[in-house]
């Protein structure tokens, strides 16, 4: 069972007694992650890529995970999979999976885990697909190595996997490499190699960012239907706010290694609760908006992570610094207080932050 | 200067009326060979197998459609990186399908291309200003007040510091990257840009900075631009009238609203059935999404291409190609081809 997040203070300063009801059940939860921080040494200096992350994800549910590029999506799904090199990391807080702490936890143990009850699919699936092995033997291998069965139970296992995901004539398309294999086809392949052990978690990091629409919408459609037969919880990393509308039940949106803004998807995307939310969703045109007024991009450039500014780590980007009193912007971190899972790090007042939204943002919005 | 460089006059030119890029019966087939030595032909890919398309002068084209479809091949085509197999391309009337190099060169400062990766798409060893004063120095033109000014002219005009001269690519995010090779393509003040999925590489914040910079130099400079993207909001947003295409043709092409609000023909149903929006509302649900994977563009279906995953095909669709025609009760310059359009609810409850 996972500690309370005592070290946690200032990043869930509120989470500890009068909401403890709305924090998942520890043994509901499948994943939890406590005041998570990663960082890298470089010639530079220290990047900071996640920097007091927290969160729980129950057994068979979704959570979306947004954020522009750099804002430590990626290295927080490496971290979970315990795949950053050690050499040049430091990994801090705690992760725990199935009551099994991640942290420091000895290779052999995370080598089990990964592949058979945590596994993941990436954007580019040709790269995580061997070319010199058939599609079939592939997973077969992934089947024997976790599971033990037979080379005879892994092939059927192959053919059943390539067969749920949409492959037609999956017992021949089961001895073609990948080469063979259209981009949509390698990513239903990659899918079912991840899928193959039935794991617990599922990490899908950008799996359509590179795929059209009509495929991508094929593939969200598949994961929907696995995870409805088979209840593995799934992190689904992406920037696209679409994506997310039709796939995830709640979101966490990251700014500068660090969580701002967490709630359900309707919550998070109809009245979403911080500046950076509002800048992400005002930068995308809508499908039906106003076609006359330019896009309204978040302006400046990304914080850099070797000196993350000090306070709020969106101040210098940010249109409502003014609206907060004694500069609190500038020098004090706004904590992130969650009330039943809902919540975001601004310093603004929940009242104007739902007034702004609703007056300022929402009218400019498509 | 067009018997000089012997490109053609199009005899029928209008001036002032023709549009600036005419595209007609289009065709680019790449060759498949075997490996090993002997590398025999044994069949080709048809990645456009007649295109038909044009753009006004100051006007944004959008060409959307599914990976593979030939889109970037068409854009290739137009800039003239790639030698149609086939077809006519007419640049203010003149026919430059088949212009050499040297006939080319007058033309090719006018017609400029913006790729999607704005990392592979710039010389690492070279320095933004050298970067973005190559077009000048290889068309040998000197601008008044020199190539240096123009450059930081150029600079400052994509949103860009000037003195950001000397710096080189990789001292830039991918946005400002992107900037540095919009920077290129306007050096020669061109009339046609070709921008190939210029967006899409980008984180969406940047992405809005990079389309509203690509808006306000098609307004203020009036240029005319084909704009290929697969993320139909962007396009919708930026182009004025969008084509889609399917396995190396158009199929249907119309002003924005028309094609967005009223489309068709099945395969734009199908392809705005399956975007996701950033609304929970309005999510997408399950409804008129292909079955399977695309045809070969090696051996496309007899009659209408589209017809091995429409949902309305008919035994007619199989023999006899559908060609892209105007319907006498839509907006003026809305062509579909397609033997059976109807609106999107014809097409999804024939599932
Ligand atoms: N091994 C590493 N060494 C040093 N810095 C790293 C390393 N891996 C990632 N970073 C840095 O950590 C930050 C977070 O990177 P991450 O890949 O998690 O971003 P992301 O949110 O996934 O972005 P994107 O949307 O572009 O994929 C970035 O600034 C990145 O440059
Ligand atoms: N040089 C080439 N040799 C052989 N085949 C090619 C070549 N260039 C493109 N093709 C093929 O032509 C077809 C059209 O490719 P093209 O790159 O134009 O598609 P696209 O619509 O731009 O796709 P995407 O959306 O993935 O960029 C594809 O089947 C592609 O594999
Ligand atoms: S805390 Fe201040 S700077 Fe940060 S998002 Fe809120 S208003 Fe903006
Ligand atoms: S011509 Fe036939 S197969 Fe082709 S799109 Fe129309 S109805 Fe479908
Ligand atoms: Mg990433
Ligand atoms: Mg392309």
Redesign the pocket.
Same mark, same amino acid.
């Not at chain 1, 070319?131 to 059943?160: L, N």
């Not at chain 2, 059935?273 to 051996?299: N, T, Y």
């Given at each position: 069972m996972p500690d309370t997040p005592d070290g946690a203070g200032v990043l869930l300063p509120k989470q500890v007694a009068p909401d403890s009801a709305s924090v998942p059940a520890p043994d509901a939860a499948i994943l939890s992650v406590r005041d998570l921080t990663v960082r890298f040494r470089t010639e530079d200096g220290v990047v900071k890529a996640v920097d007091g992350l927290s969160f729980d994800l129950a057994r068979g549910s979704t959570l979306g995970i947004v954020g522009e590029s750099g804002s430590g999506k990626s290295v927080t799904a490496l971290s979970v999979l315990g795949l950053h090199n050690p050499e040049r990391t430091e990994l801090g807080g705690t992760i725990r999976f199935d009551g099994t702490e991640l942290i420091g936890a000895p290779r052999r143990t995370l080598n089990r885990l990964r592949g058979r009850r945590i596994s993941m699919i990436f954007q580019d699936a040709l790269a995580a697909l061997s070319p010199f092995y058939t599609v079939g033997e592939q997973i077969a291998e992934t089947y024997r190595e976790h599971m033990g069965a037979s080379r005879k139970e892994a092939k059927a296992r192959a053919v059943e996997m390539l067969g749920r995901v949409g492959i037609p004539n999956p017992n021949r398309r089961a001895d073609d490499y990948p080469h063979h294999f259209s981009g949509g086809m390698r990513q239903r392949a990659m899918i079912a190699m991840a899928l193959v052990c039935d794991p617990d978690l599922l990490i899908a990091d950008e799996p359509t960012t590179a795929l059209?629409v009509t495929v991508q919408a094929q593939i969200l459609d598949l994961i929907a239907d696995l995870q409805a037969e088979t209840g593995t919880a799934i992190i689904f990393i992406t920037h696209d706010l679409g994506v997310i509308a039709s796939t995830v039940h709640d979101v966490l949106v990251m700014y500068a290694g660090r969580c701002v803004e967490r709630g359900t998807v309707r919550e998070v995307l109809k009245d979403p609760r911080h500046p950076y939310t509002w800048g992400l969703l005002s930068s995308v045109p809508e499908l039906s908006g106003s076609v006359d007024l330019p896009l309204r991009p978040v302006r400046g450039t990304p914080p850099s992570l070797l000196n993350p500014p000090p306070g709020c780590p969106f101040h210098p980007r940010c249109d409502y610094v003014a609206r907060v009193p004694e500069h609190a912007c500038s020098l004090d971190r706004p904590p992130l207080e969650l009330v039943a899972g809902r919540g975001s790090a601004c310093h603004l007042a929940t009242a104007d932050k739902t007034r702004i939204f609703a007056d300022e943002v929402r009218p400019l919005l498509g | 200067m067009d018997q000089k460089t012997g490109v053609q006059d199009r005899p029928s030119a209008e001036p002032g009326t023709a549009p600036l890029l005419e595209v007609a019966g289009l065709v680019k087939h790449?060759p =498949?060979r075997t490996g090993g030595l002997g590398r025999r032909q044994v069949g080709k =890919?048809r990645? =456009?197998d007649g295109l038909d398309l044009a753009v006004g002068v100051g006007e944004s084209l959008g060409l959307v459609?599914? *990976?593979?479809?030939?889109? *970037?091949?068409?854009g290739r085509l137009i800039t003239r990186l790639l030698e149609p197999t086939d077809g006519s391309i007419r640049y203010q009337g003149r026919e430059i399908g088949h212009a050499t190099r040297r006939e080319l060169a007058p033309i090719r400062s006018e017609i400029q291309m913006i790729f999607q990766d704005p990392y592979s798409s710039l010389n690492p060893r070279q320095t933004v200003g050298a970067i973005v004063a190559a077009p000048m120095e290889i068309n040998r033109i000197d601008p008044p007040g020199g190539r240096k000014a123009k450059v930081k002219e150029l600079l400052e005009r994509v949103g860009l510091n000037p003195e950001h001269y000397n710096r080189f690519p990789h001292e830039f995010s991918g946005g400002q990257r992107q900037r540095v090779g919009i920077a290129r393509a306007l050096a020669l003040r061109p009339k046609l840009i070709v921008a190939?999925?210029p967006v899409s590489a980008l984180d969406v914040s940047i992405q809005a900075q990079v389309v509203n910079l690509l808006q306000s130099l098609q307004r203020e400079l009036d240029i005319a631009f084909l704009f290929?993207a697969?993320d139909l909001a962007v396009v919708r947003h930026f182009s004025e009238r969008v084509a889609v295409?399917y396995l190396g043709k158009i199929v249907e092409v119309a002003d924005r609203d028309s094609v967005y609000g009223n489309p068709h023909h099945p395969y734009t149903h199908t392809l705005l059935s399956a975007v996701c929006e950033p609304d929970p509302d309005k999510a997408r649900g399950r409804r008129a999404l292909p079955i399977g994977d695309p045809p070969s563009?090696l051996a496309p279906p007899s009659g209408c291409r589209f017809r091995t995953r429409c949902p309305k095909a008919q035994p007619l669709c199989a023999e006899q190609e559908p060609p892209l025609a105007q319907l006498a009760e839509l907006a003026d310059g809305h062509r579909v081809a397609c033997h059976f359009p109807g609106p999107a609810e014809d097409t999804l409850t024939h599932r």
């Amino acid at each position: 069972m996972p500690d309370t997040p005592d070290g946690a203070g200032v990043l869930l300063p509120k989470q500890v007694a009068p909401d403890s009801a709305s924090v998942p059940a520890p043994d509901a939860a499948i994943l939890s992650v406590r005041d998570l921080t990663v960082r890298f040494r470089t010639e530079d200096g220290v990047v900071k890529a996640v920097d007091g992350l927290s969160f729980d994800l129950a057994r068979g549910s979704t959570l979306g995970i947004v954020g522009e590029s750099g804002s430590g999506k990626s290295v927080t799904a490496l971290s979970v999979l315990g795949l950053h090199n050690p050499e040049r990391t430091e990994l801090g807080g705690t992760i725990r999976f199935d009551g099994t702490e991640l942290i420091g936890a000895p290779r052999r143990t995370l080598n089990r885990l990964r592949g058979r009850r945590i596994s993941m699919i990436f954007q580019d699936a040709l790269a995580a697909l061997s070319p010199f092995y058939t599609v079939g033997e592939q997973i077969a291998e992934t089947y024997r190595e976790h599971m033990g069965a037979s080379r005879k139970e892994a092939k059927a296992r192959a053919v059943e996997m390539l067969g749920r995901v949409g492959i037609p004539n999956p017992n021949r398309r089961a001895d073609d490499y990948p080469h063979h294999f259209s981009g949509g086809m390698r990513q239903r392949a990659m899918i079912a190699m991840a899928l193959v052990c039935d794991p617990d978690l599922l990490i899908a990091d950008e799996p359509t960012t590179a795929l059209d629409v009509t495929v991508q919408a094929q593939i969200l459609d598949l994961i929907a239907d696995l995870q409805a037969e088979t209840g593995t919880a799934i992190i689904f990393i992406t920037h696209d706010l679409g994506v997310i509308a039709s796939t995830v039940h709640d979101v966490l949106v990251m700014y500068a290694g660090r969580c701002v803004e967490r709630g359900t998807v309707r919550e998070v995307l109809k009245d979403p609760r911080h500046p950076y939310t509002w800048g992400l969703l005002s930068s995308v045109p809508e499908l039906s908006g106003s076609v006359d007024l330019p896009l309204r991009p978040v302006r400046g450039t990304p914080p850099s992570l070797l000196n993350p500014p000090p306070g709020c780590p969106f101040h210098p980007r940010c249109d409502y610094v003014a609206r907060v009193p004694e500069h609190a912007c500038s020098l004090d971190r706004p904590p992130l207080e969650l009330v039943a899972g809902r919540g975001s790090a601004c310093h603004l007042a929940t009242a104007d932050k739902t007034r702004i939204f609703a007056d300022e943002v929402r009218p400019l919005l498509g | 200067m067009d018997q000089k460089t012997g490109v053609q006059d199009r005899p029928s030119a209008e001036p002032g009326t023709a549009p600036l890029l005419e595209v007609a019966g289009l065709v680019k087939h790449f060759p =498949v060979r075997t490996g090993g030595l002997g590398r025999r032909q044994v069949g080709k =890919v048809r990645a =456009v197998d007649g295109l038909d398309l044009a753009v006004g002068v100051g006007e944004s084209l959008g060409l959307v459609g599914e *990976s593979g479809c030939g889109k *970037s091949t068409t854009g290739r085509l137009i800039t003239r990186l790639l030698e149609p197999t086939d077809g006519s391309i007419r640049y203010q009337g003149r026919e430059i399908g088949h212009a050499t190099r040297r006939e080319l060169a007058p033309i090719r400062s006018e017609i400029q291309m913006i790729f999607q990766d704005p990392y592979s798409s710039l010389n690492p060893r070279q320095t933004v200003g050298a970067i973005v004063a190559a077009p000048m120095e290889i068309n040998r033109i000197d601008p008044p007040g020199g190539r240096k000014a123009k450059v930081k002219e150029l600079l400052e005009r994509v949103g860009l510091n000037p003195e950001h001269y000397n710096r080189f690519p990789h001292e830039f995010s991918g946005g400002q990257r992107q900037r540095v090779g919009i920077a290129r393509a306007l050096a020669l003040r061109p009339k046609l840009i070709v921008a190939d999925e210029p967006v899409s590489a980008l984180d969406v914040s940047i992405q809005a900075q990079v389309v509203n910079l690509l808006q306000s130099l098609q307004r203020e400079l009036d240029i005319a631009f084909l704009f290929i993207a697969h993320d139909l909001a962007v396009v919708r947003h930026f182009s004025e009238r969008v084509a889609v295409m399917y396995l190396g043709k158009i199929v249907e092409v119309a002003d924005r609203d028309s094609v967005y609000g009223n489309p068709h023909h099945p395969y734009t149903h199908t392809l705005l059935s399956a975007v996701c929006e950033p609304d929970p509302d309005k999510a997408r649900g399950r409804r008129a999404l292909p079955i399977g994977d695309p045809p070969s563009p090696l051996a496309p279906p007899s009659g209408c291409r589209f017809r091995t995953r429409c949902p309305k095909a008919q035994p007619l669709c199989a023999e006899q190609e559908p060609p892209l025609a105007q319907l006498a009760e839509l907006a003026d310059g809305h062509r579909v081809a397609c033997h059976f359009p109807g609106p999107a609810e014809d097409t999804l409850t024939h599932r």
